[in-house]
């Protein structure tokens, strides 16, 4: 089946630092990656979606200077948290998206536990 | 404006009996719906999802029953192993303007005791 793989799958860097996360889709082409952070005991929360050739679009609320993503090609997305504080710590995950039932093909990374110290 | 709740955010349930996971909706547009399971440090897992025209999914243990007029969802797992202890999300879809966008809930954490 679809498999996306992230990396690393937890970091811990320095306030002021930047820190960059791939997705990488193993066999199939995506198109479309999202990108969610989830906070303990919270839901999943879109952050914003990569598209491969053109420039992602952000949910309401989310800085586009400091989560910087790139979809330089049909098999990779990164996001990298630029001047990262504390209160950007969080589990990070990314998904692309396929089309039709039964799961419209919503295969998630294993997520990306980011803590700034 | 959560549109997917999911208002238990605990069950326990022992070992062979049925747990039923919740969840309400407020978007009459969603279409779609999905249970996906996560485990601490790891992505979700899709479980088991259902169409809006339809009102039961089963596969396995578990079922998913949608009740459009109530705006409600539930999961089923029967008999409920301690393997099934993890984070249980549902998901909505909304197919409005072509979006593949999903909203999630918050969760429900389940625990099977032995």
């Known amino acids: 089946g679809a498999v996306v793989s992230q990396h690393p799958s937890r970091v811990i860097c320095k306030s002021g630092t930047s820190v960059k996360i791939e997705c990488r889709s193993l066999d199939f082409q995506a198109t479309t990656m999202f990108w969610y952070r989830q906070f303990p005991k919270q839901s999943l929360m879109l952050m914003a979606t990569?598209?491969?050739?053109?420039?992602?679009?952000?949910e309401q609320g989310v800085e586009k200077d400091k989560f910087l993503i790139n979809h330089a090609s049909l098999t990779l997305s990164t996001l990298t948290v630029t001047s990262a504080h504390p209160e950007d710590s969080s589990f990070y995950i990314c998904?692309?998206?396929?089309?039709?039932?039964?799961?419209?093909?919503?295969?998630f990374g294993s997520g990306t536990r980011l803590t700034v110290v | 404006d959560q549109q997917v709740k999911q208002n238990s955010p605990s069950l326990s349930v022992q070992e062979g009996r049925i747990s039923i996971l919740n969840c309400d909706y407020t978007n009459s547009m969603f279409d779609y719906f999905l249970w996906y399971k996560k485990y601490p440090a790891e992505g979700p897992t899709f479980l088991i999802s259902?169409?809006?025209?339809?009102d039961k999914n089963e596969d396995g243990r578990f079922t998913v029953f949608l009740n459009k007029s109530a705006k409600h969802l539930s999961l089923h797992i029967v008999p409920s192993q301690p393997g099934d202890s993890a984070v249980y999300f549902c998901?909505?879809?909304?197919?409005?303007?072509?979006?593949?966008?999903?909203?999630f809930g918050k969760g429900t954490k389940l625990t099977v005791n032995p």
């Open positions: 259902i169409s809006s025209i339809k």
């Open positions: 998904s692309a998206p396929q089309k039709g039932p039964p799961n419209y093909g919503y295969t």
């Open positions: 990569s598209n491969e050739g053109s420039k992602a679009t952000y």
């Open positions: 998901a909505a879809k909304n197919n409005q303007g072509g979006s593949e966008k999903l909203v």
